[in-house]
């Protein structure tokens, strides 16, 4: 069945029956989400496709890093190339890794100084995240660059009231700890939160097996990571605050190569993110601005020299350095109750520099965004959003984008309509301009990456709103992709690719301790010459279930399957890309409150210690069960 026919389908199944469905009760706020319009939002009038996973979620699902909450979110899959600290890399409707726009609190968090500026997720602990919010579709009208595939923000927790905090601690059966804590409240117009987190994995090979021969050498590849954030805030008058992020990673990552134990590979790396925001509203809140200027830096050095095991060719000492220095000036306008607009500048310059084995290189590139998107709310319940975006950048010249989109709320029977069209970009990283080589070198005339995607779908509530349903359909064809063509000397614009699907969630709560979630996603994505894109599975899907048979009881299970993708071979005489085995993943959490505040909580990964690779010649965990305690004041 094609998506076009399963999407159908699904429409009629959908059709709003008014004797089942109900209104929203009197007196509950809608759901808000930012990302989606770059403003406080009304889920009800955001015309694209949002998730919103919020702290208390994570919480529930003892998810520790934000990929593994990605993990659950239709339209998104992640690869991690092993355990705790190894790359791991998201692909959002079939987009390519680094076509993502990925933020905390309005910093761009890519790395200038990658290969392709692609996020790696494996170092992003959940603690201290107030949420995170996933908008999927290009989405460059109100982001500028990298937002082919859509934006991943995720946002940090404001202090408020007397002062409060909380700690966490937790031991894995193969030693990793992970620990985390808080201190935050506010005192008269100062509000903060300081949090501490970590984690430290003893690790096990990420080297297949089937690599090994019997009685050949096996390494530990160990990982370490200790992350500090802050949030503070003060209201300088009734109408304006200012307030400082920032956020410290430091990490250390053993590594392995292909099929090949290696214990002399390691990376560290220290990131360090700032952001300074002053915010307004005035003029009886008809006029909000935003100016805010932020400060990256990320430092990574990668350390390999030869041994008994591996005695060439991967010997290397390299050090890069990414910094990025942005400037954004946003406004809110409440032209009148049908027509707001919201408008602003965008400035980003980054810096990149490297030295591999004595091989020095380096770059930068500016960038200056002028964008603005008109909502209109007609008739009360008709949503019309209509953006333009025009980016100056001082290498490759000027690119314009555009999205519209439009949802329609049946409020008598809770149904709801939405569809949206937009077009994207993705500026060349600078390693694709400037980087050094005669294999797949940069290329200064490089332009950037296009995609033009599209998307319509329904959603319905029932139950008072006890159970939603939705359905969506995507489209998304990607042009002027970079690749490195024969014969192999540097990198071009020659590839065109295009990906489609339905994405699929139905979220119940039949009973007041019960809870159920259940995502599904169907994509096909493939070059232009129908070579399939590696590492989006064609199948996800995935199950969350929570029971509450006591006061102070939570019992939990997911459960996510994949199937259906494929990737690039990495065994000697085989075929260039393969499909590689489908594989099922089950996990249980506990947690039991032995008193107010305090709380003893398990879980268990990879309960069927399923054998899979994610990508192709890297082991994922096996089986594993942490227990841990958490107490508040």
């Known amino acids: 069945m094609t998506p076009i026919r399963r999407f159908l389908l699904a429409v009629l199944l959908l059709v709003p029956f008014p004797a089942l469905a109900q209104t929203e009760p009197v007196g509950m706020a809608p759901e808000v989400v930012v990302t989606a319009d770059r403003v406080p939002t009304p889920m009800s009038k955001v015309t694209g496709s949002v998730t919103v996973v919020t702290n208390e979620e994570m919480q529930r699902q003892q998810w520790r890093t934000v990929q593994e909450v990605l993990r659950y979110v239709p339209g998104v899959s992640v690869q991690q190339s092993g355990g705790p600290g190894t790359q791991s890399s998201v692909f959002v409707r079939g987009a390519n890794s680094n076509q993502t726009l990925v933020l905390i609190d309005g910093v761009n968090v ?127 008058d009734d109408s304006t605050n200012l307030t400082w992020f920032s956020r ?9 190569q292909v099929g090949l134990e290696d214990p002399n590979a390691t990376e560290f790396s220290q990131q360090f993110f700032n952001r300074l925001e002053l915010d307004g509203t005035y003029f009886d809140g008809r006029w909000k601005p935003v100016f805010g200027i932020s400060y990256t830096s990320i430092y990574r050095h990668d350390q390999d020299f030869a041994s008994l095991q591996n005695p060439f060719p991967f010997v290397q000492d390299a050090y890069y350095n990414g910094r990025r220095l942005q400037a954004d000036w946003k406004n809110q306008i409440g032209i009148s109750e049908m027509f707001d607009v919201v408008a602003g500048i965008d400035y980003d310059r980054s810096w990149a520099y490297s030295n591999s084995d004595g091989t020095q290189s380096w770059g930068t590139m500016a960038q200056t965004g002028f964008y603005g998107q008109l909502r209109g709310t007609f008739f009360r319940d008709l949503t019309v959003t209509l953006g333009g975006r ?17 949802t329609y709320l049946f409020r008598d029977t809770d149904t709801r309509f939405k569809g949206s069209y937009g077009t994207a970009f993705k500026a060349p990283s600078l390693f694709e301009l400037y980087g050094g080589g005669f294999f797949c070198a940069g290329n200064p005339n490089l332009q950037p990456e296009y995609n033009r995607g599209y998307e319509f779908g329904v959603e319905q509530g029932l139950y008072n709103k006890k159970v939603s349903v939705g359905i969506t359909y995507f489209y998304n064809a990607f042009s002027n992709l970079v690749q490195c063509p024969p014969p192999f000397t540097a990198l071009q614009n020659v590839a065109n690719a295009q990906s489609e699907g339905v994405e699929a969630f139905l979220k119940m709560q039949p009973f007041n301790w019960l809870d159920l979630n259940l995502d599904y996603t169907y994509m096909n994505a493939r070059t232009a010459t129908n070579t399939p894109l590696v590492r989006r599975p064609q199948d996800s899907f995935s199950l969350r279930a929570e029971v509450r048979p006591w006061d102070g009881v939570r019992l939990g299970m997911g459960l996510s399957q994949v199937s259906g993708r494929y990737d690039f071979s990495v065994a ?62």
């Not at 990673?249 to 590594?255: A, E, M």
């Not at 089950?586 to 505040?597: I, K, W």
């Not at 305090?598 to 089986?623: C, H, K, M």
Request: aromatic share 12%; hydrophobic share 35%; net charge negative.
């Open 110 to 236: 890519s790395d200038p100084a990658s290969g392709n500026g692609a996020v790696d997720f494996a170092h992003f602990l959940t603690e201290n995240l107030d949420r995170v919010e996933i908008v999927r579709g290009p989405m460059s009208t109100l982001y500028g660059s990298q937002a082919i595939g859509g934006v991943i923000n995720m946002v940090t927790k404001a202090g408020k009231g007397p002062m409060n905090g909380g700690a966490f601690t937790e031991l894995g059966t193969r030693l990793q700890t992970n620990s985390g804590g808080y201190v935050r409240g506010s005192e008269g117009r100062f509000n903060y939160n300081f949090t501490l987190g970590g984690t430290y994995a003893p690790g096990e090979t990420i080297v297949p097996g089937r690599f090994t021969p019997p009685g050949g050498y096996v390494d530990l590849d160990g990982y370490r990571n200790i992350t500090a954030a802050s949030r503070m805030g003060i209201e300088i």
């Open 248 to 256: 410290y990673i430091d990490t250390q990552t053993k590594f392995d």
């Open 572 to 633: 000697p005489f085989s075929p260039a890309i393969i499909q590689p085995s489908n594989y099922t993943l089950l996990r249980f959490t506990a947690a039991y409150e032995v008193r107010p505040n305090v709380e003893l909580f398990a879980r268990v990964e990879n309960v069927l210690n399923q054998s899979y690779e994610e990508p192709e010649g890297f082991q994922a965990p096996y089986i594993q069960a942490f227990a841990g305690i958490k107490g508040k004041f």
């Open 390 to 406: 025009v980016d100056v950048n001082d290498i490759y010249g000027t690119v314009s984008t555009w999205r519209a989109g439009a």
